[in-house]
């Protein structure tokens, strides 16, 4: 039998911001995932009225996820302390799997204004103006390559981006296929936001011919079956670690990727999602897990 308790209630103008006060908050964890149903009502007429049989004309029945994502030090008073991603007031390190797929809005921990270049510009305003819009959660000015403040960037372009000022939350770098990292800055947490992409092809599970896949998956080489691509995604985690507890202060990294797409061959699932191509899901769960148990600084 469900029981289900009322732990605080609300009301306000239809397009108007107001505060819910809910008691003894339980947030939101992976560790205790836990969620709270969202009943909302919209009255016709005065939303200050005493009135308690005022007229439903809409309902809507929901859940949340209360949580906090923000930037923070282990040890303020320590220079060895990197700065780093913390899930409710707690440092958080995160593993991921990229999937080129969707995402439930609700459960972003944080956006990127911008993805390998493709179509970067204006990168300060453009992630400064969606901060303003949603500064609840991380910003990240741009995923891999042209990072805004590296010095560096006008090797790869030559319209040169260099800021000062808020330019996000994070600094994130892709590489492949090992993992790497340009470090944190004194106020931005660093991401491994892209590495891996170790291929191996299986016949029958694609959407397209091999004679159509990439000569290189992605950015990665192919592993003939297997066991040899769960010993090339292993090999990488210790580099991970180190990143986590260097100077580099890594907070995330993310696998590339999830899933076969179209021609790339990379996923640690087939296209069709049939076949997870490790030899031994066990181990590599246990890996991941040895990983994000790493004590950090």
């Not at 911001?17 to 339980?26: D, E, G, H, K, V």
């Not at 439930?104 to 992630?127: K, P």
């Not at 319209?159 to 470090?183: F, I, L, Q, R």
């Not at 800055?185 to 011919?209: F, K, M, Q």
Request: hydrophobic share 35%; aromatic share 10%; charged share 20%.
């Amino acid at each position: 039998m469900l029981l289900f308790v009322k732990v605080a209630r609300g009301e306000g103008l239809l397009g108007s911001q107001f505060n819910i006060t809910i008691p003894s908050m339980r947030l939101w964890s992976p560790a205790d995932p836990f969620l709270y149903d969202v009943n909302l009502e919209v009255y016709q007429g005065d939303a200050n009225s005493t009135n308690l049989k005022k007229a439903v004309i809409d309902n809507v029945k929901s859940y949340i996820g209360l949580k906090k994502i923000s930037l923070g030090c282990v040890d303020p008073s320590s220079p060895d302390s990197p700065i780093r991603i913390f899930l409710n007031n707690k440092p958080f390190t995160q593993f991921a799997f990229l999937d080129q797929d969707h995402v439930s809005f609700t459960c972003i921990g944080q956006y990127n204004a911008f993805n390998e270049g493709w179509g970067q510009y204006d990168t300060q305003r453009i992630v400064q103006m969606g901060h303003n819009i949603d500064s609840s959660r991380l910003w990240g000015a741009a995923s891999g390559w042209i990072d805004p403040q590296d010095r560096t960037a006008d090797q790869l372009v030559k319209t040169y981006e260099h800021y000062t000022g808020y330019v996000g939350d994070v600094k994130d770098d892709h590489n492949y296929p090992e993992p790497a990292s340009t470090g944190v800055t004194a106020t931005r947490a660093s991401i491994a936001g892209e590495y891996g992409g170790i291929g191996l092809w299986l016949d029958g599970h694609n959407s397209v011919p091999r004679s159509q896949a990439a000569g290189s998956p992605g950015n990665g080489p192919y592993a003939d079956n297997s066991t040899v691509l769960q010993e090339e995604f292993l090999k990488h985690l210790p580099t991970l670690k180190d990143l986590i507890t260097g100077s580099t202060g890594v907070s995330a990294a993310v696998y590339t990727q999830l899933t076969d797409v179209e021609t790339e061959p990379n996923g640690i699932m087939s296209y069709d999602r049939k076949v997870v191509k490790f030899a031994d899901r066990d181990a590599v769960r246990a890996a991941i897990q040895d990983l994000l148990a790493t004590p950090v600084n």
